[in-house]
Nanobody
């Protein structure tokens, strides 16, 4: 079955960088949407960024210019996070779904998450 495993979280000082990874197994569809979400304590989960199988990307307003999403070989999803700020503190999770992002079919598979703490 499909599995997503995140890594790369940790604690950094404001202005620092982290690179999150999401290893994706047994997800073999031609058209897909992959995304990173985050949820801070007491707040709703929000989508941080997504990438389509056609290589198009989109970002939440608060991370544009600081975060970069990429995918390698269709089974490794990354989130490069630069100039991190305390408000970026959250549990970050990766998610994947079949179909292009613009189809808005939702995300079928989710990882367990990795904690990012910025002080």
């Amino acid at each position: 079955h499909v599995q997503l495993v995140e890594s790369g979280g940790g604690s950094v000082q404001a202005g620092g960088s982290l690179r999150l990874s999401c290893a994706i197994s047994k997800f073999t569809v031609r058209n897909y949407c992959m995304a990173w979400f985050r949820q801070a304590p007491g707040k709703e989960r929000e989508e941080v960024a997504h990438i389509d199988s056609d290589s198009s990307t989109d970002y939440a307003e608060g991370v544009k210019g600081r975060f970069g999403i990429s995918v390698e070989a269709g089974n490794n999803l990354y989130l490069q996070m630069n100039n991190l700020q305390p408000e970026d503190t959250a549990m970050y999770s990766c998610a994947v779904g079949s179909g292009h992002c613009w189809m808005q079919r939702g995300f079928t598979y989710w990882g367990q998450g990795t904690q990012v703490t910025v002080s």
